[in-house]
Nanobody, 123 residues
Framework: QVQLVESGGGLVQAGGSLRLSCVAS????????MGWFRQAPGKEREFVAA????????RYADSVKGRFTISRDNTKKTLYLQMNSLKPEDTGVYYC????????????????WGRGTQVTVSS
């Protein structure tokens, strides 16, 4: 079992920043790749960013590349997403996920999920 709990969401104006955190417990999280997904109102859940188990490889959606940074601290069992230059279209519920396989950019590749944290960007 892997349990994931997100935090750090909130309300921010366009151009602002937020840092999301995801704390893991249960099985050794350092053996899992991890990612962030988001779901906007009326939209499908979409890939945001992912990071390999050792942190040496990262992947970003084109819509966030250059603005968001994913990182992890395996000692603290925590995943982070630094979000800068936020836009209204970044609004949605952000989910942390873990996979025992490769860090694919599709939700079906991830085995464990947190309950999400709300991010709202106003214009």
């Amino acid at each position: 079992q892997v349990q994931l709990v997100e935090s750090g969401g909130g309300l921010v104006q366009a151009g602002g920043s937020l840092r999301l955190s995801c704390v893991a417990s249960g099985r050794t999280i350092s053996t899992y790749g991890m990612g962030w997904f988001r779901q906007a109102p009326g939209k499908e859940r979409e890939f945001v960013a992912a990071i390999s188990r050792g942190g040496s490889s990262t992947r970003y959606a084109d819509s966030v590349k250059g603005r968001f940074t994913i990182s992890r601290d395996n000692t603290k069992k925590t995943l982070y997403l630094q979000m800068n230059s936020l836009k209204p279209e970044d609004t949605g519920v952000y989910y942390c996920a873990a996979t025992s396989g490769s860090i694919m950019a599709v939700a079906t590749s991830y085995e464990y999920w947190g309950r999400g944290t709300q991010v709202t960007v106003s214009s």
